[in-house]
């Protein structure tokens, strides 16, 4: 008698559906890695390399094609410059070709041949800041009056090629970036800046999504609308909301320092996002206005689904309101509410529109985010903003390897 | 607490701070309206509030409690001498009076409804307590999503030299007529607005064609079918839906320089639905599970392959989901920001937030700064009113980027 026991190994219908799924995968897989981990990638190199805003083009010859003179003293001139003030370009070579209507008088420059109606020049190497002009003296054929003449030698576009030491590609590499960023005491300010921004901002947040989904988690009239407009700072584009903020509360022509001063809370006007540590405080509060909202959804979605009975069964017991949110609603709702803690945690951590828009990073608001702008584009220094965003990824590392280490069970992956 | 619980004390403390927040309110209400000084006094309202505390509790018909305590707020105010100081027209200062007198009564009598004077039980008083913070938590978030709002379109109206005089002053001079929207009017005419909302569109509608025709294979496969590293894989989507942007931005910036990308709007197009392709997939996934496997394999006994299943049975069954997908991913792509900043340099090839950012300057007058974050909000609002409730199931089907 055979003994019938399961197969082993994957079946042919097993491994039809895995390819079936990997070339259903591969379109998202290819565009996602080529967008995400090729550009990461990136910055751990970029991240190791002096290189400024300015070396983003590579050294090239430049070069420009003229016919210049009249009557018998006629003459091309090639004027080639190199691009850059400190890089060599070598093998530089020029190609062109003639219009029949030039004949060549005199001598070529050094390097350079006529060969039918190409011409054509190896130059070797141009020094840094190289900028000369060839000059080859030329007759006109018979019957050929100057403008064609020109038009002709103008028109065709003069080829031109070397060879440069992009700083992007060659292997000269330099912790200084690094060095840079943990310099001094200005790392741990924005480190600090970043921390609270992100602990007091995700922690506002769900506290005030807490409070507003207890408010609308019970039905009456107009509560659908109430539910619509408590989301409008989330769905508003963050450009208008943060330019509004900022008109808002302008220390002269702002309606909430008018508000204040004649309320008498205050005398004179208060310059909200320009003076320390009032800005910082202001882009945590913008923060926790901006996305109350989703913490407001996703704990009233969960609420709603909490069963009824649980509650029917306290009030037959005797608890109090305050009980039942403390005994019964709160230790239901933990679950959605660690899931946004660290979600929003993270987001928040990697927030930059909005501090970018309200100050600029100015006024001690300059959290890590905001510093990779400042340093690439502001500093114009791309390799130090490479390195801060190297510190801000392994940040992002340790903060997933929480995420799914605590959180995984609750959603499910 | 236990002191709380007795309908005189509950009753006076509740009545001071809910007549010194309606006092606010209603300051803060009518300054905005008018632009004239209103403003509570803290010490008489607190005073006024726990007597209006304490009629309310009291054991009387409830017509005639409000009309005591209307009166108790109404006729202090009107002589200037009430919860609320005024410098007004004597039309809006008995306006503000009289609405400050019935909103009070009304809410102060419902927040104290079935509150004995006496002692109370624990439920009586923290029902009371609900009540007044259910109301106080209405008045503050309307106050706070509607300010700012209001400011937004007001400014949009208003010269910059009048809100200088008067950054309280809203009213408009409706006798203007349409030369109230002068500035909406400046922004297509000489800043090539109506150009930027085209380009914003086309990109938008664009970038969600594309997420989904990636993210619906993809989350399907996912969701539905077995191979091995599939748990790996949803995971590091979820992994690179926390990528900051800023960090992906730079070597994007410097890759689009070099290959002549920058400054296009097919760069653009090219670049937004990577960003959105890892939430949608994540969004799909989530909802491709909740359908019922059993009728797609129903399909896959009749002779349908996997696609045609996909494309016959999922999909017609996913409609309302792929719809809330499709506005969430058209919500971000227009209201995207940093790469458009970042990207575009041209004017004539901006996107509606980037051409926003370029009235922020100290040259082009506020109100066109403002009317142009009108223009970029109104089509998301209309867009969100108009399908509301996709919209909040799209945002709670996994999304919680921002």
Not at chain 1, 383 to 411: D, H, K, N, Q, T
Not at chain 2, 84 to 95: C, D, K, P, R
Not at chain 2, 369 to 390: C, R
Request: hydrophobic letters at 55%; charged letters at 15%; aromatic letters at 12%.
């Amino acid at each position: 008698m055979s003994v019938v026991s399961p197969p082993k190994g994957q079946g042919p219908l097993e491994k039809r559906e895995a390819r079936l799924a990997w070339s259903l995968l591969l379109p998202t897989i290819a565009t996602v890695s080529l967008v995400v981990i090729l550009p990461l990638l990136a910055i751990f190199w970029i991240s190791f390399k002096p290189i400024g805003l300015a070396d983003l083009r590579p050294p090239a010859p430049v070069l420009r094609e003229s016919l210049r003179g009249s009557g018998d003293e006629m003459r091309i001139e090639y004027r080639l410059r190199n691009s850059s003030q400190d890089t060599e370009i070598s093998e530089v070579t020029i190609r062109d070709t003639w219009p029949e209507s030039l004949i060549l008088t005199g001598d070529l420059p050094a390097g350079c041949a006529l060969e039918g109606s190409v011409f054509s020049c190896d130059l070797g190497t141009l020094e840094p800041g190289y900028n000369e002009r060839l000059r080859v003296p030329v007759m006109l054929a018979d019957g050929v009056d100057e403008d064609t003449a020109e038009e002709a030698a103008e028109g065709t576009e003069p080829e031109v090629r070397g060879e440069a030491d992009s700083i992007l590609t060659n292997s000269e590499f330099t912790l200084e970036n690094f060095s840079r960023v943990f310099d001094g005491d200005e790392f741990w300010t924005v480190m600090g800046v970043t921390i609270f921004y992100t602990v007091f901002g995700t922690v506002g947040a769900l506290l005030f999504g807490l409070f507003a989904a207890m408010l609308l988690n019970k039905s009456f009239r107009g509560q659908g609308i109430l539910r619509g407009l408590y989301l409008f700072p989330y769905v508003a584009p963050v450009i208008a909301v943060a330019f509004t903020w900022v008109n808002l509360f302008d220390p002269f022509s702002g309606s909430a320092n008018a508000l204040l001063v004649q309320m008498g809370v205050t005398i004179e006007a208060i310059n909200f996002f320009g003076q320390r540590p009032l800005a910082l405080i202001m882009v945590t509060v913008f923060e926790i206005w901006r996305y109350f909202p989703l913490s407001f959804l996703f704990i009233l979605a969960r609420m709603q689904s909490i069963d009824t009975d649980m509650y029917e069964a306290a009030d037959m017991d005797g608890a109090s309101p305050f009980q039942k949110f403390w005994y019964l609603s709160l230790p239901m709702l933990l679950g959605i509410l660690s899931v946004l803690f660290l979600l929003r945690f993270i987001w928040t951590f990697n927030k930059f529109d909005d501090i970018f828009l309200l100050t600029g990073g100015n006024a001690g608001t300059r959290t890590l985010t905001v510093n990779v702008y400042e340093q690439a584009f502001a500093v114009s220094n791309i390799g130090a903003g490479a390195a801060v965003a190297v510190v801000i990824f392994a940040c992002l590392l340790a903060f997933s390897f929480f995420f799914f280490r605590f959180i995984s069970r609750e959603e499910g992956l | 607490m236990s002191f709380l619980r007795f309908g005189y004390v509950t009753g006076p403390t509740i009545g001071a701070l809910w007549l010194f927040i309606l006092a606010t309110t209603v300051s803060i209400t009518m300054s905005f309206a008018t632009g004239d000084p209103f403003r509570p006094s803290l010490v008489i309202s607190l005073v006024l509030g726990a007597v209006v505390g304490a009629v309310a509790a009291m054991e009387m018909s409830k017509k005639i409690r409000i009309a005591i305590i209307a009166a108790v707020a109404f006729l202090p105010t009107l002589v200037g001498f009430g919860p609320m100081v005024m410098e007004s027209t004597a039309f809006s200062q008995g306006f503000a009076a009289l609405a400050l007198a019935l909103v009070l009564g009304w809410s102060m009598v419902a927040i104290m409804k079935e509150v004995p004077i006496g002692p109370l039980t624990r439920h009586e008083m923290e029902e009371a307590w609900i009540r007044f913070l259910t109301g106080f938590g209405y008045i503050f978030f309307t106050a706070i999503v509607l300010i700012p709002f209001y400011v937004m379109v007001m400014t949009s109206l208003k010269s910059q030299s009048a809100l200088l005089q008067n950054p309280l002053d809203f009213s408009l001079e409706l006798d203007k007529g349409w030369a109230l929207f002068r500035s909406y009017h400046e922004l297509f005419r000489d800043f090539n607005f109506g150009t930027y909302m085209w380009t914003s569109f086309f990109v938008s509608v664009l970038t969600v064609i594309i997420t989904l025709a990636f993210s619906i294979p993809g989350a399907y496969a996912v969701a539905r079918l077995r191979f091995r590293g599939q748990k790996a894989f949803s995971r590091s989507v979820l992994l690179i839906y926390m990528v900051p942007m800023i960090v992906l931005a730079l070597p994007i910036y410097i890759a689009f320089s070099i290959t002549g990308l920058r400054n296009t709007v097919i760069g653009i197009v090219l670049i937004y639905p990577v960003t959105t392709i890892p939430v949608a997939l994540y969004m799909l996934q989530g909802y491709f599970r909740g359908l019922p496997a059993e009728v797609e394999e129903a399909g896959l006994m009749d002779g349908l392959n996997r696609l045609q299943v996909i494309w016959k049975i999922t999909l017609p069954l996913a409609l309302p989901a792929l719809a809330s997908v499709s506005l969430y991913v058209f919500m971000i792509a227009w209201n995207e920001f940093l790469l458009a900043f970042m990207l575009l340099d041209d004017p004539s090839k901006f996107t509606l937030t980037r051409g926003v950012a370029m009235l922020n300057s100290s040259e082009i007058p506020r109100e066109h700064l403002m009317a142009g974050a009108v223009i970029a909000t109104v089509p998301v609002m209309v867009l969100f009113l108009g399908l509301e409730k996709f919209m909040t199931k799209g945002l709670t089907a996994g999304s919680v980027k921002g």
